[in-house]
């Protein structure tokens, strides 16, 4: 299966204007209306890369990924056939209001949705920012990356390298205190040079995922990113700092669906053919105090 990038996610929430300020005043993303209900969030050409609707509680909901044609669907489906793995296609009202020709559901062993589909629809708008950021990184990269949780790890790992046909790229074995069992993460990438556009953590997730991942193309426009989270009051959920692996420079906010967000520049992109997976034994170079996060919540 030739997976191309994460081309778009879909989210819950019980407050669709929450999302609408969000993603304005402080992701500085463009918001329409989306066909059969739901927000339009806009970061690049594409009529939108963020799909949220509306529901009885705040989760994350599907990750979308892209197949370059009608023909590497159909490989796509015939994979899926012949491993035995359950699909479900996706109706017309679900193809008219994610944009797309096909779209084909399949459920991981964690429970993960994921919504493989060709043929997106654009509509040749420009992106332009309501807080006047340039541009997100995209493009044939996508919209960025994704976390999932996967506590039973091994037929979840399983599923997203011998099925969905993701790739290693490297290895965190976490260990919350020094005589505890190691939690694994593992990051993974698709057919693109972006570090990573899928990991998966060895835990669940009440809200179904554990942070998505938006990149800007400098660091003064994540300082101001970082302005806009304080100035609106947005819980912040890790400080400021350098990832080890991907050395994607960056801080982490909640979202109004309760997941979060890492909002970076910096990201590493990778030659494939040069790569060697490895195993990193601290997250960041430097930064990124995850406690802000916990000490938040505890206080929630």
Request: aromatic residues 10%; contains cysteine.
């Amino acid at each position: 299966m030739d997976i191309k990038a994460l081309g778009y996610f879909v989210a819950q929430t019980d407050d669709l204007a929450q999302w609408q300020q969000y993603a304005e005043n402080v992701l500085g993303m463009m918001v329409t209306s989306a066909p059969g209900g739901g927000l339009y969030l806009k970061m690049d050409d594409r009529p939108y890369r963020m799909l949220i609707v509306e529901g009885s509680d705040k989760r994350y909901l599907a990750s979308g990924w892209e197949l370059a044609s009608q023909a590497a669907f159909n490989t796509a489906i015939e994979s899926l056939n012949a491993k035995e793995v359950s699909w479900e296609e996706g109706n017309a009202a679900e193809c008219l209001q994610r944009g797309v020709q096909q779209l084909a559901i399949v459920i991981d062993p964690a429970g993960n949705r994921h919504e493989l589909y060709w043929g997106h629809k654009s509509d040749c708008q420009p992106f332009i920012s309501p807080q006047g950021v340039p541009a997100f990184l995209t493009g044939d990269m996508g919209l960025g990356h994704t976390v999932l949780p996967a506590p039973n790890f091994d037929e979840t790992y399983a599923f997203m390298t011998d099925v969905l046909g993701f790739g290693l790229s490297d290895i965190f074995n976490f260990k919350p205190s020094p005589d505890a069992e190691p939690i694994r993460i593992h990051f993974m990438h698709c057919n693109n040079p972006r570090h990573h556009s899928l990991a998966i953590c060895e835990f669940p997730s009440p809200v179904g995922c554990v942070h998505v991942m938006v990149e800007v193309e400098s660091m003064t426009e994540v300082g101001r990113a970082h302005d806009r989270h304080q100035n609106h009051g947005v819980a912040l959920s890790a400080t400021l700092g350098q990832h080890l692996n991907d050395k994607m420079t960056s801080f982490y906010m909640k979202t109004p669906s309760q997941f979060d967000l890492e909002f970076g520049c910096g990201g590493l992109q990778v030659d494939w053919q040069d790569h060697c997976a490895f195993e990193f034994t601290r997250v960041s170079i430097w930064g990124h105090d995850f406690s802000v996060g916990q000490n938040q919540q505890g206080a929630e």
